[in-house]
Nanobody, 121 residues
């Protein structure tokens, strides 16, 4: 079982920046994947950025060039730096992890509780 705790959301003006944090309950080095999705009110959850084993990062189209995913293995934490925020970035942002139990179990998905990001003047 993997627990994920997000923080860093809040209100920000258009053009501003936020950094989201997600702390995991285990060594994130051992996870198969970790990153962020978001859910716009009334719409489906969508990919923001995910890093997989080997260090490859996949960015969703909406955040490319503005959002950056990073990690601190010593703190078991991943970060999402969001710059040049737009009103359409308003959403609940969810931390995500995939883990296969050290290859002794099938891969399972885990989700944080979500943190609200609101971009408005």
């Amino acid at each position: 079982q993997v627990q994920l705790v997000e923080s860093g959301g809040g209100l920000v003006q258009p053009g501003g920046s936020l950094r989201l944090s997600c702390a995991a309950s285990m060594y994130i080095f051992s996870l198969n994947a970790m990153g962020w999705y978001r859910q716009v009110p009334g719409k489906q959850r969508e990919l923001v950025a995910v890093i997989t084993t080997g260090g490859r990062i996949n960015y969703g189209d909406s955040g490319k060039g503005r959002f950056t995913l990073s990690r601190d293995n010593a703190k078991n934490t991943v970060y999402l730096q969001m710059n040049s925020l737009k009103p359409e970035d308003t959403a609940v942002y969810y931390c995500y992890a995939a883990y296969d139990g050290g290859a002794i179990d099938g891969e399972h998905d885990y989700w944080g509780q979500g943190t609200q990001v609101t971009v408005s003047s």
